[in-house]
């Protein structure tokens, strides 16, 4: 089993960095890639964000790129989201999730369906 627990969400201005926080217990073979995605009212859950636990290779969504970088510390079992030039377009509700299986890749196209593992989620609202 795999727990994970999100902190650093918040209001920011448009332009502003907020960095998000997602702590993971558990196998660490379970959770051999981890992510972040994000909903927003009224619309499907979206990955952000991979990174490949073992090697720490990342994966970003376009609207993204340049903008946010995943990463871990591995010694405090962290994944990390840096979001920097925030846009009102990335207000959302974002979770941190994990899955065991690296047989499609770890990428940020993956469908939040074939994570197993969820954390409770931290609202972020960027205002304009």
């Known amino acids: 089993q795999v727990q994970l627990a999100e902190s650093g969400g918040g209001s920011v201005q448009a332009g502003g960095s907020l960095r998000l926080a997602c702590g993971a217990s558990g196998y660490t073979s379970y959770r051999k890639c981890m992510g972040w995605f994000r909903q927003a009212p009224g619309k499907e859950r979206e990955g952000v964000a991979t990174i490949y636990t073992t090697g720490g290779t990342a994966d970003y969504a376009d609207s993204v790129k340049g903008r946010f970088v995943i990463f871990q510390d591995n010694a405090k079992n962290t994944a990390y989201l840096q979001m920097n030039s925030l846009k009102p377009e990335d207000t959302a509700m974002y979770y941190c999730?994990?899955?065991?299986?690296?047989?499609?890749?770890?990428?940020?196209?993956?469908?939040?369906?074939?994570?197993?593992?969820w954390g409770q989620g931290t609202q972020v609202t960027v205002s304009s």
């Open positions: 999730a994990a899955r065991p299986g690296l047989g499609s890749g770890c990428h940020a196209s993956a469908s939040h369906k074939t994570f197993l593992y």
